[in-house]
């Protein structure tokens, strides 16, 4: 069981040989293999560029990964902010790698091809993601609203984390063909944080959520489990972190109730008990969480949660305590646009630009 980056990890065992039977089934909230953070671009690029910064400037790669290993690991992690353009964006400058072929290798196929061939270890798997995940880029880019929107073609490699996934010569375009997608004629004027929430969603988590589980569904004979959370507890990350002005259910809430997390111990005491409805919600989930880690079967008196399948994207739809739902919807995202895209991503990652 993991979340966000957990999330991801989790469903790395799914297409690892090395996990193969050593696990029976796998929770996902907000994060998974085929999020476009989960899996490292331009690898060789972003090591050369890190190796550089710290006098490693060997051309043979083993010369430079000897150099770079006898760097002591304080000096590498601080080197990496350089990587950071806005604020904590991207929101991973190093991540898992598909490797060479070996007895020890982890993952040597990309994650996508191996659920679109069914090369996947086949265990029920459940996930979920929450309904405004892009408040966690939001929370990252609060102060940088107004440079974003000025710059807009300037940072959008940034923003939406597509700089090494895409030629030079395309970058402007993909910009403009995100603005114009999901603004149309607005005038930057009137944008605001929570205006552009919706994008950061759909490009970090949102489409890789729905390619993921209609993909996976469709290959394996297990059961997979999706399901949309909106239920809004009275603690949230923004409110957390000191953040007022931001709506929504973001990314984490609900790991608030279920792990009684508190980040900020200068939150009024009051605001550091659950509500009634929180108590509930929270024992809704581990109701859920609790059978499908016991007998591979999300059960609740609230609820009979279906399993998603390629003729019935069924999701379950947590709106609040009473307001649980099964719901059949057969676009969760904007898949098209996103996959229309001249990114070196999933279908294309064999055009990675290096």
Partial sequence: MGASAGGASVHFHYFSPQSKGLFHRGISQSGNALMPWAIQEGALQKARTLAASLNCEESDTRSLVKCLKSIPADDLVNQTYSFYHLGELPLAPFAPVVEVESESAFLTKHP???????????VPWLTWIVTDEGNVIALMLHQFVDKVLKYWKAFAE???????????????????????????????????ISSLIKIFGDRYFNVGFETAVHIQAAVTNSSVYAAIYGYKPSLTFMKNVGIDDVEGVGHGDEGLLIHDIHLNISILPEDLFLSKSDVQMKEVLLDLLSSFAMNG????????????????????????????????????????????????????FSKQIH
């Fill in 297 to 348: 079967k999300p059960r609740s008196r609230r609820v009979e949660w279906e399993p998603l399948t390629p003729s019935s994207p069924k999701y379950l739809l947590i709106k609040d305590v009473d307001n649980i739902s099964m719901s059949e919807i057969s676009e969760l995202s904007p898949r098209r646009f996103w996959e229309g895209l001249t990114l070196s991503e999933n279908e294309q």
């Fill in 158 to 192: 940034y923003l939406f984390d597509y700089k090494y996934a895409c030629a030079d010569d395309q970058k402007d375009k993909v910009a403009q063909q995100i603005q114009s997608f999901y603004f149309e004629n607005e005038q930057f004027s009137q944008i605001n």
């Fill in 112 to 122: 996508y091809f191996q659920l679109r061939d069914g090369d996947v270890n086949d």
